[in-house]
C-alpha cells in the first residue's frame, strides 16, 4: 500500500480512505482494468476489417490496457465478477467465431478456450517484455502471431523443409 501511495502522489492515510485493504485495492484495480481492456476491444474496429486483422487489433487492444495494469498480472489477480469477465470475452467470442466462419482458425477448438489462450498469452507477455527487451508492438504481434499460427518452427526461403 506504501508503493501504491507513493506512485499515486497521496499518503498511505489517504489511501486507507479509500480502500481499507490491498485485497480491496486490487479488486478496484481489476474492475477499472476489465473496463478500460472492454472499452478498447469496442474501439478496435473488429467488424470493419479481415477477422486475422481483428485479431492483432484485440491483442494490440489488450496489451495496451493491460501494461497500464501490470501489477494484477505480476500478481496473478483474476477477477472475481463474471460480469467483467463477459465484457472482455463477449467481443473475443464474436471476433473468433467470425475468423472460424473466414477459414482463419481451426473449427476444433473450442472458442472459450481460444480467448482464454489470448489472455494467458498476454499476460506471459506483459510479465516478461521489460526482461526481453520488448515494445508493446512486439508482444502483441508476437501474441498474434502465437495465436494464429502456434510456436512452430518457421521454415526460412529454400530450405529443405519447405
Do not use: C, H, N
Amino acid at each position: 500500500m506504501a508503493d501504491v501511495a507513493a506512485a499515486s502522489g497521496v499518503s498511505r492515510a489517504t489511501l486507507y480512505r479509500y480502500y481499507s485493504s490491498r485485497e480491496e485495492l486490487l479488486e478496484a484495480l481489476v474492475e477499472t482494468a476489465a473496463a478500460e481492456a472492454a472499452e478498447r476491444l469496442a474501439e478496435a474496429g473488429f467488424d470493419r476489417v479481415p477477422a486475422e486483422e481483428g485479431i492483432a487489433r484485440a491483442a494490440r487492444a489488450i496489451v495496451a490496457a493491460a501494461v497500464r495494469y501490470e501489477i494484477l498480472i505480476r500478481e496473478y489477480v483474476v477477477p472475481d465478477t463474471q460480469p467483467l469477465a463477459d465484457k472482455m470475452a463477449a467481443p473475443l467470442l464474436s471476433l473468433f467465431e467470425r475468423a472460424r466462419q473466414e477459414g482463419v482458425i481451426r473449427d476444433d477448438i473450442p472458442l472459450p478456450w481460444l480467448t482464454e489462450s489470448m489472455m494467458a498469452l498476454i499476460a506471459a507477455g506483459v510479465r516478461t517484455r521489460q526482461q526481453l527487451g520488448m515494445g508493446l508492438e512486439d508482444v502483441a504481434s508476437s501474441v498474434t502471431q502465437l495465436l494464429l499460427d502456434g510456436a512452430k518452427r518457421r521454415s526460412a526461403p529454400g530450405d529443405p523443409s519447405d
